[in-house]
């Protein structure tokens, strides 16, 4: 899976739509291979990352948990820590 697409689900705020669109757009990017489409595919690549991301936000407002939300500062931290021990 795509490094750049982030856990969006039990995040205290709630993930936002521009999150959940740029994570649609990473998933759109990694499935087509194109970072930008061209004119003749230009038209399908939007309307597929209008698609996830409408189906992105339908997944996370309907998924259920008795987890406590996580708290985006610690994850980000624990994020930095994995990048430090991979690349020193």
Do not use: Y
Request: charged share 35%.
């Amino acid at each position: 899976m795509c490094r750049n697409i982030k856990t969006l689900f039990n995040f205290e705020p709630p993930a936002t739509d521009d999150e959940i669109r740029a994570s649609a757009l990473q998933f759109v990017r990694k499935l087509s291979g194109f970072n930008a489409p061209s004119k003749a595919n230009e038209e399908t690549f939007n309307r597929a990352v209008v698609e996830v991301t409408a189906a992105a936000r339908k997944l996370i407002v309907s998924l259920e948990t008795t987890a406590d939300p996580r708290n985006r500062e610690v994850e980000a931290e624990k994020a930095r820590e994995r990048a430090r021990a991979r690349f020193g």
